[in-house]
């Protein structure tokens, strides 16, 4: 039996794909190419649940060291709207499943992608491009919209039936709503995506920290939550509620001190370790006013600091 590795996001889409493939007596195993900047933290949990239901194989493949090292701040096609460097981001993955594709004999690469559904990696010229990044111009088949693109390697060699494949078009989502109803799939996500390099305010954060700091994966999980803060230079962290405390907490970089209110509820943060006692003590301030006590101690790197709520308005200036 011919064998493809599927790049699967969760989504509809990518569901659909595999579907097809297996309609023409393709295994077919699903791989997750992890970069870190996913929103969902349910994520690995929610697409195992849906390749059980799709009866594939899953793999979550943990690429983020490299990913920040060679892509996410020079990328060959440039950034969206925002920090998101689209076309690359494709094209990295397609080279991690061809890696894949080696180790368990597979012939060929699917992807849910379908043309002309989003505006800077999907377009024909990009699909292109992320096929030549990639140096995967023939292995990679997008069965929704394959009618619509020259064919592959599994279709020239008879593989896959062209025929049974799909010519979707754009943002409607008809078609693949229906197919959903006739595969009786359920646990796909919705097509919004989760990648906060595409979020606006995610790409602020991420732009402020990346020019006073060298970004790596043990900072991605603290760029997703809490207030953030930058002090002549120096950042500072301090989660919104209790259910972001453990993201702060459980940090393990070498790159911040932890800070704690000492002996009472409130929120965690991290302070920049390059902060003097001035920045300390303005931040030990900052996290007693975001409690419901006027004063106590805050606990920076085994220090106690005597700290006073103060009006959150004067910290604003600071607010990334």
């Given amino acids: 039996m011919i064998k493809a590795i599927a790049l699967f996001s969760g989504g509809l889409d990518s569901a659909i794909s595999i579907k097809l493939m297996q309609e023409q007596n393709i295994e077919v195993e699903a791989i997750y190419v992890d970069i870190g900047f996913e929103s969902n933290k349910n994520k690995i949990e929610e697409l195992k649940k849906l390749a059980d239901e799709l009866n594939v194989k899953f793999t979550s493949i943990d690429v983020k060291e490299k990913y920040i090292q060679d892509i996410l701040f020079t990328p060959v096609y440039g950034y969206g709207k925002n920090f998101n460097p689209c076309i690359d981001c494709h094209a990295n993955m397609i080279r991690v499943a061809k890696e894949y594709m080696k180790k368990v004999d597979a012939k060929f690469i699917i992807s849910g992608e379908v043309l002309n559904q989003r505006p800077m990696s999907q377009r024909l010229p990009a699909i292109n491009a992320v096929n030549k990044l990639a140096n995967a111009q023939n292995i990679v088949l997008r069965p929704l919209s394959a009618k619509l693109l020259p064919p592959t390697l599994p279709e020239i060699k008879g593989w896959v039936d062209r025929e049974k494949l799909l010519a979707i078009n754009g943002r409607d989502r008809k078609i693949q709503l229906e197919l959903a109803k006739k595969y009786n799939l359920e646990h796909f996500e919705s097509p919004s995506g989760g990648c906060l390099l595409t979020d606006i305010n995610f790409s602020k954060r991420l732009k402020d920290y990346s020019k006073y700091l060298t970004l790596t994966k043990d900072e991605i999980d603290i760029l997703k939550v809490g207030r953030h803060f930058n002090v002549d230079g120096i950042k500072i962290i301090i989660s919104r509620n209790k259910d972001e405390n ?26 920049q370790k390059e902060a003097n006692e001035e920045i300390k003590k303005l931040a030990a301030d900052m996290l007693i006013s975001y409690t419901k006590k006027d004063n106590g101690f805050v606990i920076i790197d085994n220090k106690k600091y005597q700290a006073q709520k103060k009006d959150k308005k004067e910290f604003s200036k600071y607010l990334i």
């Avoid at 993201?247 to 509820?265: I, Q, S, T, V």
């Fill in 246 to 271: 453990p993201y702060l907490k459980e940090y393990k970089g070498d790159k911040f001190y932890k800070m704690f209110p000492d002996n009472f509820k409130g929120p965690v943060g991290l302070i």
